[in-house]
């Protein structure tokens, strides 16, 4: 079956701008996450959706940070105020649940200039 | 949180060497993962492993919970092993080791 999806593949935005990234999961997986990898941090959690449940937001760096799931499906990375530093690549990842083996999309390449 | 450490940091081959790779944790774990990141920056599922030993093909890993550390066999190196070798604890969510950076030549 199909993969982790993401969209788009590169984005190149201004610094203070708003950008929304995209994570299509693999079909009938319950749990989705969002990680990032930058030079200086390697690879880091930003937060988790299981099924119905609140997420888990621990990983998120700051306020301008916010992610949605809707339908338990599909879901959005924002990064409001865009900064230097959030320059990375965001690697989006979905499991059958909780605990079982993740999966990884390409990424998104976020440049902030 | 889980501290992970990975060793080496960097590994150069000759093609048809072996090498091994290591992954050692901090703190007991559900589950654990090991990756290939390619040149273009995909990560490549390769084991799933809580403890014991798997195999697929020339690559191996052996899991030690108890001990808090994994290993990752590559026997008879092919340039397309390069890349970047993750190990990533997994609770609720993965936690990254730094990675070995792998470089087998032809």
């Known amino acids: 079956g199909a993969g982790v999806s993401q969209s788009p593949s590169n984005k190149v935005t201004e610094k203070g701008k708003d950008v929304e990234l995209r994570c299509d999961p693999i079909?009938?997986?319950?749990?989705l996450y969002w990680y990032r990898q930058s030079l200086g941090q390697g690879l880091e959690f930003l937060i988790y959706?299981?099924?119905?449940?609140?997420?888990?937001k621990s990983g998120l760096p700051s306020d301008r940070f916010s992610a949605e799931r809707t339908g338990g499906s599909v879901s959005t990375l924002t990064i409001q105020r865009t900064q230097q530093e959030d320059s990375a690549v965001y690697l989006c990842?979905?499991?059958?649940?909780?605990?079982?083996?993740?999966?990884f999309g390409p990424g998104t390449r976020l440049t902030v200039t | 949180g889980i501290q992970v450490e990975q060793s080496p940091p960097d590994l150069i081959l000759q093609e048809g060497a072996n090498s091994t790779l290591r992954c050692n944790f901090s703190?007991?774990?559900?589950?654990l993962q090991w990756f290939h990141q390619n040149p273009w920056g995909q990560l490549i599922n390769l084991f799933y492993?809580?403890?014991g030993t798997k195999q697929n093909g020339r690559l191996s890993a052996t899991t030690v919970a108890t001990e808090r550390y994994s290993l990752l066999y590559i026997s008879s190196s092919q340039t397309t092993d390069s890349g970047v070798y993750f190990c990533?604890?997994?609770?609720?969510?993965?936690?990254f080791g730094a990675g070995t950076i792998l470089r087998v030549k032809s």
């Open positions: 703190d007991s774990v559900n589950n």
């Open positions: 492993i809580p403890s």
């Open positions: 990842a979905s499991s059958f649940a909780i605990l079982y083996e993740q999966y």
């Open positions: 079909s009938g997986h319950t749990a």
């Open positions: 959706f299981q099924g119905n449940s609140a997420p888990d």
């Open positions: 990533a604890p997994l609770g609720n969510k993965l936690v």
